[in-house]
């Protein structure tokens, strides 16, 4: 789920919205909060070395490197639009 970022005015626009709020229901909207924090950022699927790994292949890196000289296309063909 995509975050919010808030600028400071926003944020005291909020704070002054709380003021006028009843303790009970002040009370309730911080076990909210702190429960949305402890469950971010928690999965492992957040976990920035899942977005990587080590290269696997069998070849040596000489093959490698002629597969990919090899693949590039050279087109000077420009559309017009």
Not at 4 to 26: A, G, M, Q, V
Not at 29 to 40: K, Q, W
Not at 46 to 51: A, G
Request: no cysteine.
């Amino acid at each position: 789920m995509a975050s919010i970022t808030l600028n400071n005015s926003s944020l005291k626009r909020y704070i002054d919205l709380f003021k006028n709020i009843d303790l009970k229901s002040k009370k309730k909207i911080i076990v909210g909060l702190t429960e949305s924090i402890n469950e971010t950022n928690i999965s492992p699927s957040n976990n920035l070395s899942s977005l990587f790994g080590a290269w696997e292949d069998n070849r040596d890196s000489d093959e490698i490197i002629n597969d990919i000289k090899s693949s590039r296309v050279n087109n000077r063909d420009i559309e017009k639009f």
